[in-house]
């Protein structure tokens, strides 16, 4: 690349590039320097090309080692969007619209402080002071007079075989429908909290279930245990192998529950889910003590404290390969973690991340805390595997949308030169929520000891997920379909992006609702049922 300004961007996030814009700091055709912490280094690579930048630097903000980690914007083999990259195919080369068009490259603490000292012009606000480094200013210019900065990338591609290991255990009475519990197996260096720890529990599952299938206990649906292979270059064995199989997936997965990166500490629990899984994990954290407090739930820990519940549950993060099966499989999956929020671990994705640190920072207690997280799991695992009526809760997307919408109304005034209103949007919503009540009173008033019965709603309920991926789009162009959590012109984030557009373009602001709204109703008509079922309005 050639020679450019240098400008200090927090963690560049899409509100520091606005703050940045709003003080009159320049990203474009500059190299931008961010710090690690709170989204990905994809992200932020993302975030960086999108405000103009022509590079990104990324430097460790509380630790002296060197970080590592993957730009690719998305999960899988970036050049085989959509579509596996198993070797029998000959699918032709395609580009992965997340791969970034600018180089990035991580650098060490040292660099980055060389770096920022040499910025001139306005200082950054307090919050965007590093700890390491208390004032510098934003740039882009340089205190040495006709000085830039260039960068240059010389990482060589080549491909790489992944192997992905797996386990089962066939249900009794639904074989055909399973849970898939996995995780990474690799990491760029020792991979204590980000593969070991993970892996020592999917292997406990493993062991235990089959002690107990030995024993005569049987579980209703089919189990699969999965080790990963490839899951530090973006979850490229779990996306692969969902690529592989997608057209099977979305008929007999019922749930996805991931163990990747499941301790960073003690302090709190953390449940990043699909919406339909939260209502099982918070019967779940009732029934298993706290590792900082015996005699006390993890339920009745987090809730001392305010807003307990945005703190426990979090959305789905686009650098997992949980997102991936939701995202992109329409199968909701969930993950967990206990996180330590007032001394975060620094060590992940370093050569540092040993399981004597991670060890540390629990203070002697990692395989204590360690067993909590298992406990979960597999009480997790045992409700999803073995509960005659799945524990989805279907129901959960009414609130939510119900809190989209309302988000939306405040553009209302937008719409009205347009010729456009939010009324299909709100009949689409109603349509759904009718239609989860008709099931819930279906489910209420059947024999529930029919199996043929209980298995018929357990089919409708798995696919409620998958309802949510846009059937009016290309995979291979938008892989990740889901309009709620997805990305591309089908999702409610498109959406709200065009509405806050000045002047708005009507033309794809008309299909961007189009696109959404009719999505909808297609997971109201595919939840009702019978095709006599299905209620009118359009």
């Known amino acids: 690349?050639?020679?450019?300004?240098?400008?200090?961007?927090?963690?560049?996030?899409?509100?520091?590039?606005?703050?940045?814009?709003?003080?009159g700091v320049n990203a474009t055709d500059n190299l931008v320097i961010v710090r690690t912490g709170y989204i990905s280094f994809a992200e932020k690579v993302y975030n960086a090309e999108r405000a103009g930048a022509v590079g990104v630097l990324i430097f460790p903000d509380t630790c002296d080692v060197a970080v590592y980690g993957h730009v690719h914007f998305g999960t899988g083999d970036p050049y085989?969007?959509?579509?596996?990259?198993?070797?029998?195919?000959?699918?032709?080369?395609?580009?992965?619209?997340?791969?970034?068009?600018?180089?990035?490259?991580?650098?060490?603490?040292?660099?980055?402080?060389?770096?920022?000292?040499?910025?001139?012009?306005?200082?950054?606000?307090?919050?965007?002071?590093?700890?390491?480094?208390?004032?510098?200013?934003?740039?882009?210019?340089?205190?040495?007079?006709?000085?830039?900065?260039?960068?240059?990338?010389?990482?060589?591609?080549?491909?790489?075989?992944?192997?992905?290991?797996?386990?089962?255990?066939?249900?009794?009475?639904?074989?055909?429908?399973?849970?898939?519990?996995?995780?990474?197996?690799?990491?760029?260096?020792?991979?204590?909290?980000?593969?070991?720890?993970?892996?020592?529990?999917?292997?406990?599952?493993?062991?235990?279930?089959?002690?107990?299938?030995s024993s005569g206990f049987q579980p209703r649906r089919s189990i699969l245990f999965v080790s990963w292979d490839g899951g530090d270059f973006g979850s490229i064995g779990a996306t692969e192998w969902l690529e592989g199989y997608l057209s099977m997936l979305h008929l007999k997965a019922a749930t996805y529950?991931?163990?990747?990166?499941?301790?960073?500490?003690?302090?709190?629990?953390?449940?990043?889910?699909?919406?339909?899984?939260?209502?099982?994990?918070?019967?779940?954290?009732?029934?298993?003590?706290?590792?900082?407090?015996?005699?006390?739930?993890?339920?009745?820990?987090?809730?001392?404290?305010?807003?307990?519940?945005?703190?426990?549950?979090?959305?789905?993060?686009?650098?997992?390969?949980?997102?991936a099966f939701t995202a992109f499989a329409g199968v909701p999956a969930l993950e967990f973690t206990f996180v330590e929020r007032s001394n975060p671990y620094r060590y992940l994705d370093t050569k540092m991340d040993t399981y004597e640190n991670l060890n540390s920072i629990m203070d002697g207690r990692l395989p204590a805390v360690a067993?909590?997280?298992?406990?979960?799991?597999?009480?997790?695992?045992?409700?999803?595997?073995?509960?005659?009526?799945?524990?989805?809760?279907?129901?959960?997307?009414?609130?939510?949308?119900?809190?989209h919408l309302i988000k939306l109304n405040s553009y209302a005034s937008k719409l009205e030169p347009q010729g456009l209103t939010f009324s299909w949007l709100h009949s689409a919503r109603g349509d759904y929520v009718r239609a989860t009540e008709r099931l819930k009173k279906a489910i209420e008033h059947s024999d529930l000891h029919n199996e043929k019965m209980i298995q018929f709603f357990n089919v409708r309920i798995m696919r409620v997920e998958f309802y949510f991926l846009s059937q009016y789009v290309s995979a291979i162009s938008y892989p990740y379909r889901h309009i709620l959590i997805g990305r591309g012109e089908h999702t409610l984030d498109a959406l709200i992006e065009q509405l806050g557009r000045d002047p708005i373009d009507s033309s794809e602001l008309h299909k961007q609702i189009a696109l959404f709204t009719w999505t909808m109703v297609g997971a109201a008509n595919?939840?009702?049922?019978?095709?006599?079922?299905?209620?009118?309005n359009f």
């Open 1 to 23: 690349m050639d020679w450019a300004g240098l400008v200090y961007a927090n963690y560049g996030r899409k509100e520091d590039f606005q703050s940045l814009r709003s003080w």
């Open 80 to 213: 085989t969007p959509g579509f596996p990259s198993f070797n029998h195919t000959q699918f032709p080369p395609f580009k992965s619209s997340g791969l970034p068009k600018i180089p990035a490259q991580p650098i060490d603490k040292a660099t980055a402080q060389s770096l920022l000292s040499k910025l001139e012009g306005r200082e950054g606000p307090s919050d965007w002071r590093s700890p390491t480094f208390p004032s510098h200013s934003l740039g882009p210019k340089l205190k040495i007079s006709g000085h830039e900065v260039q960068l240059e990338v010389t990482n060589v591609e080549r491909s790489v075989e992944l192997v992905n290991v797996f386990g089962s255990i066939t249900g009794r009475f639904e074989p055909e429908n399973y849970i898939i519990v996995g995780a990474q197996r690799d990491s760029w260096g020792p991979g204590a909290a980000k593969s070991g720890v993970g892996t020592a529990i999917l292997l406990e599952l493993v062991r235990s279930m089959t002690m107990m299938v």
């Open 257 to 323: 529950m991931s163990l990747d990166t499941p301790l960073l500490g003690d302090e709190s629990f953390v449940a990043k889910s699909s919406p339909l899984l939260r209502t099982l994990i918070e019967t779940i954290i009732k029934q298993v003590d706290n590792p900082r407090q015996s005699q006390q739930s993890i339920y009745d820990f987090e809730r001392r404290k305010g807003n307990w519940k945005s703190q426990v549950f979090a959305p789905l993060t686009n650098d997992t390969g949980s997102f």
């Open 371 to 403: 067993m909590t997280l298992a406990e979960v799991a597999g009480l997790s695992l045992m409700k999803l595997s073995h509960d005659r009526i799945l524990p989805l809760d279907y129901t959960a997307y009414n609130s939510l949308l119900l809190e």
């Open 526 to 536: 595919a939840l009702s049922g019978e095709v006599w079922e299905v209620q009118r």
